[in-house]
């Protein structure tokens, strides 16, 4: 059974950076398509970003942080990265990885696309 484990959130000032890393188990993670998303208390959640599984490679990102995150996969360590900079307050939110099997472009916005999810950590942006 296929797990995501998120790490690195914390409390940062505006401005600042964070790294938050989706460590995978149980499957074969280079072909899996991950992808970010955030829940703001009060939010619904949403698309933050996505590496398409190895072959693939492509990254997608929502427009309010191109520019500010990046996202990156190590396959030797099972693990995808978000490098957040330049965070503000709306960047506040639960952090949740997820992953799937699938590679469908048009998915890989949608929460739908993703059958396996971890819990969450939660990035807090405040002065």
């Known amino acids: 059974q296929v797990q995501l484990v998120e790490s690195g959130g914390g409390l940062v000032q505006p401005g600042g950076s964070l790294r938050l890393s989706c460590l995978f188990s149980?499957?074969?993670?280079?072909?899996?398509?991950v992808g970010w998303f955030r829940q703001a208390p009060g939010k619904e959640r949403e698309f933050v970003g996505a590496?398409?599984?190895?072959?693939?490679?492509?990254?997608h990102y929502a427009d309010s942080v191109k520019g500010r995150f990046t996202i990156s996969r190590d396959n030797a360590k099972n693990t995808v990265y978000l490098q957040m900079n330049r965070l503000n307050p709306e960047d506040t939110a639960l952090y949740y990885c997820?992953?799937?099997?699938?590679?469908?472009?048009?998915?890989?916005?949608?929460?739908?696309?993703?059958?396996?999810w971890g819990q969450g950590t939660q990035v807090t942006v405040s002065s």
């Open positions: 997820a992953a799937d099997s699938q590679s469908i472009l048009s998915s890989v916005r949608l929460e739908t696309g993703y059958k396996y």
């Open positions: 149980g499957g074969t993670f280079r072909h899996y398509t």
């Open positions: 590496v398409r599984r190895s072959g693939a490679n492509t990254y």
